[in-house]
């Protein structure tokens, strides 16, 4: 069964520091990563992908894939209370599968 | 932002009761899904869509049926609804099978006493 792990938190980080949010996956085989954010009582919304190994930045975000440790991660810099809300991974083990998504990470932003 | 709208938005409900979700889109998409979220579970996948009448099992479908006779809207049945289904339910639309960027609407909260 493919499944996708993350540490439930909550992770608290102070207003200002890096969020480091990680992502185990159990398939080599697996293609395309998805970070979504989930602010409490709304809908989750995308705001990162990664198809390949390495870093891609996005503004205040950093997603970094390793396929070989089966490991993907979100870095959020300058990290703000606004950015508080449940981060979901979410994974895509070929083009015709549905994504499979982690349980989420509460982050919590202290001001 | 996706046109996409769940309805209803809230529904209570007892057991034994069949209940329908619907979910409407206007971006003419054609794949769709249903997802439950619960606590200590995270998202799961019910079933989905990819096409009128084309539809397929997800992680978590029995006690759950669905239906997709036009493009725009698919919904989600339960026949005879248990505590078990007490969740907030999602639906998302995505372009096609080789993204997994999904736009989901605002999900519908169902309670089952």
């Known amino acids: 069964q493919k499944e996708v792990e993350q540490n439930s938190g909550p992770l608290s980080v102070p207003e200002g520091a890096i969020a480091s949010l990680n992502c185990t996956y159990s398939?080599?085989?697996?293609?395309?990563f998805f970070w979504y954010r989930q602010y409490s009582g709304k809908s989750p919304e995308l705001i990162m992908s990664i198809y390949s190994n390495g870093d891609k930045e996005d503004g205040r975000f950093t997603a970094q894939l390793n396929k070989a440790s089966q490991y993907v991660s979100l870095l959020i810099r300058d990290s703000q209370p606004s950015d508080s809300a449940t981060y979901l991974c979410a994974v895509m083990w070929s083009g015709n599968t549905p994504l499979v998504f982690g349980k989420g990470t509460r982050l919590s932003v202290i001001a | 932002d996706a046109g996409i709208t769940q309805s209803p938005r809230h529904k209570v409900t007892e057991t034994g009761t069949p209940v329908t979700l619907r979910c409407h889109q206007t971006?003419?998409?054609?794949?769709m899904y249903w997802y439950r979220q619960d606590p200590g579970h995270g998202l799961r996948l019910i079933h989905y869509s990819y096409g009128v009448k084309d539809t397929d099992k997800g992680e978590v479908s029995d006690g759950y049926s669905v239906s997709r006779s036009k493009t725009e809207d698919f919904l989600l049945t339960l026949e005879s609804a248990t505590s078990s289904q007490t969740s907030v339910y999602f639906c998302?639309?995505?372009?096609?099978?080789?993204?997994?960027?999904?736009?989901f609407g605002e999900g519908s909260r169902l309670t089952v006493l």
């Open positions: 998302a639309i995505s372009a096609g099978p080789n993204t997994g960027e999904l736009f």
């Open positions: 971006e003419n998409h054609r794949y």
């Open positions: 398939d080599r085989g697996s293609q395309s």
